[in-house]
């Protein structure tokens, strides 16, 4: 994400209203308080959890319905000012050690039923919510403009915010709040984004979508509530995103790096100076997100690898959301996020490759080249991969060099075929 773009942005922005609030310390998994938002007048409230919320309530996980009681009558609809968006997680709020695990719950009343609708979704804001100090919030009213409501559990503030240069694509929209908000990387782990996207500006149908950081590609993805259409309520009250920011009071809490995040690769994604070119290749496209494709085919072709830089340039020039872009550079086979060698020899391991040898094929590669299936030599020259097919049945077992395709492989044949290739590898 652009520097230049965040700093437009944060000075774009005008707070509205602003609400100071102490800490709390759960007990037996309670916060014991519930924050009340009216986005119409600016006005931030706390209130008590009261025993009878309990009691009905065990461990807090009905508190969004009973809030949204405490809002509507019978001549409440689902685009009434009134109409309350509640949230709530339960005792402890779940785990934050899996992005689905720590679950928060969502009622308002529905686009689509003009009753009750309550949903559920995983991801962080719910525990984030939590340790806020807050076992749920409410959110009435409708803004003249579109806003963020920001909660800050560092600083210990509540703040409407008007936001008129954000987007309203969620994706994106959680990428650009979550890089505005955080002031490092543990931050940036720390921070959840609601928001609704453009769609439900159009449909009753629009779903919540709740961000979390994948701290492995070190962007911001997401999770959706898909029931009820609470996505449409959100916008229709002119809210961009709802954004909390936890300072991870207890550390066996706290979004850290995994102690199984060496076994993950890329152990690091590879940096170039490649910001002219990789800014040129995007205009040889027309800057068009429908050839995102094709821009990182030809990132992939240059560099033998995509850059993280080249994602960042795609996703600015193209308005595509950069976990998108990692989505694609991830699944197809032909994009790598570490360097490839100057030649990649695959090794057929389909049906009929797999019954003239190719797994010992593929061991004796191993051997000759010092790396196993999935890595590249120490020099650059060779990376080798196992394949499901190559096409070639007729003609098995294969192997492809490069661009080059070679049938009947045998295994006294690999180290002539390695040393031919070596000498032309390029």
């Known amino acids: 994400m652009s520097g230049n773009r965040i700093a437009e942005m944060k000075k774009a922005h005008k707070v509205i209203s602003s609400f100071n609030f102490e800490p709390a310390k759960l007990n037996r998994g ?27 309530w065990t461990g807090g996980k009905g508190f969004d319905l009973w809030l949204t009681l405490q809002e509507v009558n019978e001549n409440t609809k689902w685009d009434s000012p009134e109409n309350p968006i509640c949230m709530c997680s339960g005792p402890l709020g779940g785990t934050t050690s899996f992005p689905g695990s720590g679950k928060t719950l969502c ?38 403009k579109d806003v963020i409501l920001f909660i800050d559990s560092i600083n210990r503030k509540v703040t409407i915010e008007e936001a008129p240069l954000e987007s309203v694509d969620s994706h994106v929209l959680a990428e650009e709040l979550t890089e505005m908000y955080a002031d490092n990387e543990i931050q940036k782990r720390n921070i959840s984004v609601v928001s609704a996207g453009k769609a439900a500006e159009h449909t009753r149908m629009g779903i ?27 916008r229709n009250k002119k809210i961009k995103a709802v954004v909390i920011k936890s300072e991870g009071v207890n550390p066996a809490w706290r979004v850290e790096e995994s102690k199984v995040a060496h076994l993950i690769t890329p152990k690091k994604l590879p940096e170039c100076d490649c910001g002219a070119e990789i800014v040129q290749i995007c205009k040889k496209w027309e800057n068009k997100k429908e050839f995102v494709i094709e821009m990182l085919q030809d990132v992939q072709d240059r560099y033998r690898c995509i850059p993280e830089k080249a994602l960042d340039i795609i996703q600015s020039q193209t308005n595509t959301p950069k976990a998108y872009l990692y989505h694609i550079a991830t699944f197809y086979k032909a994009f790598s996020l570490e360097k490839r060698g100057e030649k990649t020899i695959q090794v057929c391991m389909g049906t009929a490759c797999h019954v003239k040898g190719a797994a010992k094929i593929l061991d004796n590669f191993e051997r000759i080249l010092g790396v196993k299936s999935g890595e590249t030599t120490p020099d650059g020259k060779f990376t080798l991969e196992a394949v499901a097919c190559l096409g070639a049945c007729s003609i098995a077992p294969v192997v492809k060099v490069g661009e080059k395709v070679y049938g009947g492989v045998t295994v006294n044949k690999l180290e002539k075929l390695v040393a031919d290739s070596e000498g032309g590898a390029k």
């Open 208 to 234: 919540l979508n709740f961000s979390f950081y994948d701290w492995r590609r070190k962007v911001a993805r997401l999770k959706q509530a898909g029931r009820g259409g609470l996505g449409t309520v959100l």
């Open 30 to 56: 309670y916060a014991d308080r519930t924050l009340r938002v009216d986005i119409s007048s600016g006005e931030i409230s706390i209130f008590p959890v009261t025993d009878q919320m309990k009691q009905l």
């Open 107 to 144: 009622t308002a009343i529905s686009p689509l039923t003009d009753g009750i609708m309550d949903c559920n979704v995983g991801g962080y804001f719910g525990p984030f919510l939590k340790f806020a100090g807050f076992d749920a919030i409410t959110i009435v009213g409708k803004a003249e």
